[in-house]
């Protein structure tokens, strides 16, 4: 950029009201460029509508192999069977529907197991869509990576993982034989023979790793990259003196950070409630679930102890299957508050369930991380409460019972104004359509275009330090 001139000091003009006219004239240019070119904050505001912001975020998609992908799709719905506990709607779609499907349209598993991490396959059906479908998208494709501003990595990291477990679980964590190893590699070993990734390191290319297990041999390689997941679980290790997350000794995790990548919502599992069907609620607090589980997850385990004898609050041990998902659609439409303690990673779906079910959250997780904040606030239909505070006996259930009936009306009518903004479905085949403009594709790329700045900064830092030195561990995490 060319340095501006500073001709205020050779000015002849001496007459101070003429000085701060002209000071004005020059400021307010600036002023509007800056709010222009900034994204403009949501709250939580039914009148949302990103069709209005100027903005929009250049992505090109490589040409990887169709078995990356949407050949995975169909290797998937080849299979005689799934016998996982789930995969009973996916055998029956196998023997009614999937033979009268076009391959070009196949659907993406139903089988709660991977449903939940289907960001990948909505994210690429809307890059997939034909521009003048693009309606009230914030994404430009181009065809170049030069003219882009982020390389979208189109593999199906998730399905990919998901078939080795189905095919073959005993060597996932091995490399010889995987076959989900193999798709890592050939996705690395391409990526990395391209001018875009040989000269950004891969710092602008983002990779969707929603399921904790997916890319899991190359975690390493693709840190530096844009990561969409749901949460950082699966990113970080403690030391073996640890007894707990919250220790002095743990190790935090150093590949991935808030400040290039994007936490993004698993996708719901349960229907959405319309606010003007909501019904009284005679349950106050309800959670179904695995008891069980493992690292952070223990805490669960303390809290299902301390409320399974607690009127008004239902525990119920439950599986992803038919049975359970009707269950759950009871449960937490006719419950006041719904429990959401961590798992073997901070988060689940079970959080999005419940903003659909219009059922007030309650995290007890100390270590979350949420979608879109900053352009959501969660404390307007969310409870938030300490893994301390939960812990002890009775202080919870005595938390909840003093929330007035008024508080709780406003954080569902506050709930039902989010619920569109965590919906990735948009009813089209293969999901290559239009897009809701206020749903989950368009916020995840809007919070992408939010970590520009940073990402290039690294860039730029990286091409300029000299041979055999690193940027610190310390700029790449929070």
């Not at 505001?45 to 912001?53: A, D, E, V």
């Not at 023979?193 to 790793?209: C, L, M, N, P, Y």
């Not at 290790?237 to 707990?244: E, G, I, Q, V, W």
């Not at 952070?296 to 038919?322: C, S, T, Y």
Request: charged residues 20%; hydrophobic residues 40%.
């Amino acid at each position: 950029m060319i340095p501006l001139k500073n001709t205020a000091t050779r000015s002849s003009c001496s007459i101070p009201s003429l000085f701060i006219s002209l000071s004005i004239l020059c400021i307010l240019p600036i002023s509007l460029f800056f709010f222009r070119s900034s994204p403009t904050p949501l709250s939580l505001n039914p009148q949302i509508n990103l069709q209005t912001s100027p903005n929009f975020i250049k992505v090109y998609v490589p040409n990887l192999p169709r078995s990356l992908n949407y050949g995975l799709l169909e290797n998937y719905w080849d299979l005689d069977s799934d016998s996982r506990i789930g995969s009973e709607v996916d055998n029956q779609i196998r023997k009614t529907h999937i033979g009268k499907s076009s391959k070009n349209f196949l659907p993406y598993p139903e089988n709660p197991i991977i449903k939940q991490y289907s960001a990948e396959y909505w994210i690429l059906g809307d890059l997939m869509t034909p521009e003048k479908l693009k309606l009230g998208s914030f994404v430009k494709r181009v065809f170049t990576a030069e003219e882009a501003d982020v390389i979208f990595v189109p593999f199906f990291a998730t399905l990919s993982a998901e078939m080795q477990l189905i095919v073959n679980k005993g060597v996932f964590r091995k490399k010889e034989g995987n076959e989900d190893y193999q798709r890592q590699r050939m996705v690395l070993d391409f990526l990395k023979q391209t001018e875009a990734w040989k000269r950004s390191g891969g710092r602008d290319h983002v990779f969707v790793i929603t399921d904790p297990v997916a890319m899991w041999h190359v975690k390493a390689e693709v840190a530096p990259a844009i990561l969409l997941v749901v949460d950082f679980g699966g990113w970080y290790k403690l030391d073996s003196k640890a007894y707990n997350e919250s220790s002095s000794d743990m190790i935090h995790h150093t590949q991935v950070s808030l400040l290039k990548d994007v936490i993004v919502p698993y996708t719901h599992l349960l229907p959405r409630l319309p606010l003007s069907e909501n019904q009284k609620r005679e349950i106050l607090l309800y959670f179904k679930g695995a008891k069980h589980r493992h690292r952070g997850g223990i805490v669960r385990e303390k809290l299902w102890d301390l409320l399974i004898n607690e009127p008004r609050v239902v525990m119920e041990e439950g599986f992803p299957n038919a049975t359970g998902k009707e269950q759950s659609i009871k449960g937490m439409r006719t419950s006041e508050f719904c429990l959401h303690p961590a798992g073997d990673t901070p988060t689940s779906c079970r959080l999005f369930d419940a903003i659909q079910s219009l059922c007030i959250p309650v995290i007890v997780s100390d270590n979350i991380e949420l979608p879109f904040e900053g352009m959501v606030d969660y404390s307007k239909f969310a409870v938030f409460v300490s893994v301390s505070n939960a812990l002890q006996p009775s202080w919870l259930v005595n938390h909840l019972r003093s929330y007035s009936y008024e508080k709780k009306d406003r954080f569902r009518r506050n709930m039902a104004v989010v619920q569109p903004i965590f919906e990735y479905e948009n009813g089209q085949p293969g999901g290559i359509g239009p897009i809701s403009p206020n749903g989950a594709i368009n916020f995840i790329w809007r919070k992408v275009h939010q970590k520009l700045p940073m990402i290039k900064e690294a860039i730029i830092r990286e091409k300029r330090k000299p041979p055999g030195v690193s940027v610190p561990l310390r700029c790449h995490c929070t």
